[in-house]
């Protein structure tokens, strides 16, 4: 097959590991960075250009695009293209964009009853107090909804301290989310792997002492770890109410079950690798030979 990664960097891992699996595997295989393509959207004959060359219709069998969350918009314009010329996307445009809007991934998720913490959204609360009612009290953590890697979620142990985040994060005119604090996590959550409807590889990740964020550039530790039956439904169902073939399942290990914290498009697959020691890029290339035919993406750039 004739494999596009759109990427802005092929040195990543995860880049040059999916890269090297598809090569491995006898595929062809480009990196394209998507912010260098251009795209003439009027055209009956959609088609993309990059640097000198034209791509036109069937030119590329599938795509596994890895967008950033900065660039969201452009890129997932971008891989709408790719779909509207025939080439399956391993992840759909709009499934990556639903999964991008934070607010939107969690009321779907609420919606079809997948298990998630207590969380309420705001953005200039009159009623601060009954915002921190409204998910049981201090402690409880706060969120920058624009945050990743762990930046801009934040502890507050007392009402006191909740009150004061929140009226910063007021102060900056940022969307935040305000959450039950999972005091039983124990500072770890648990990233599951899910490609084609399996979890194929999970990992516990905790975090260092006297921190409640685990994430591995804050400091975590990440380990194999033993999926509960319940777990594994979970993520799985996680991943298909956002319509993502590959994606990365956060979990928090609560005491009423697993809770989802988040779904992510582009998962990294160091941690995970390394952690598991699976092949989880081949795994991904395995899944896109199974399933990428011709407009094989369900929604062909519509929507
Ligand atoms: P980011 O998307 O920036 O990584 P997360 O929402 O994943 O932010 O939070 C970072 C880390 O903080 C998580 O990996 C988890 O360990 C911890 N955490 C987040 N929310 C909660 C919560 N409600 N209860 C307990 N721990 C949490």
């Not at 400091?219 to 799985?236: D, F, I, P, W």
């Amino acid at each position: 097959m004739n494999i596009a990664i759109l990427s802005r960097n092929p040195r990543l891992y995860s880049t040059s590991r999916l890269e090297a699996a598809a090569i491995q595997r006898g595929h062809t295989v480009r990196v394209l960075d998507h912010l260098r393509c251009f795209m003439d959207i009027s055209s009956d004959n959609p088609s993309i250009h990059y640097r000198n060359e034209e791509f036109l219709k069937t030119h590329f069998d599938a795509i596994i695009p890895r967008i950033g969350a900065s660039v969201t918009f452009y890129g997932t314009a971008v891989v709408r293209q790719f779909e509207m010329m025939g080439a399956y996307s391993v992840n759909e445009s709009v499934a990556i964009t639903r999964s991008r809007d934070k607010l939107r991934s969690i009321q779907l998720l609420s919606r079809k009853n997948v298990g998630i913490p207590i969380t309420a959204f705001a953005h200039s609360p009159d009623d601060v107090d009954g915002l921190i009612r409204e998910v049981g009290g201090a402690p409880l953590v706060i969120k920058l909804l624009e945050g990743t890697q762990g930046i801009g979620v934040v502890l507050a142990e007392t009402k006191k301290a909740a009150e004061s985040v929140i009226q910063a994060f007021m102060g900056l005119e940022s969307n935040i989310l305000v959450q039950e604090f999972i005091k039983e996590a124990g500072g770890s959550d648990i990233r599951c792997l899910v490609v084609g409807g399996k979890v194929i590889a999970a990992m516990q990740r905790q975090a260092p002492e006297g921190e409640f964020r685990s994430n591995l550039h804050r400091g975590g530790v990440a380990n194999v770890v033993k999926l509960t039956s319940q777990e594994r439904a979970t993520a799985v169902k996680a991943a298909k109410v956002m319509g993502l073939n590959v994606c990365g399942v956060d979990l928090l290990r609560s005491e009423r079950g697993p809770l989802v914290m988040e779904v992510n498009s582009s998962p990294g697959l160091r941690g995970i690798e390394e952690a598991t020691g699976k092949d989880v890029a081949g795994m991904i290339i395995e899944f896109i030979e199974k399933n990428a035919k011709p407009n094989r993406t369900r929604t062909k750039g519509r929507g």
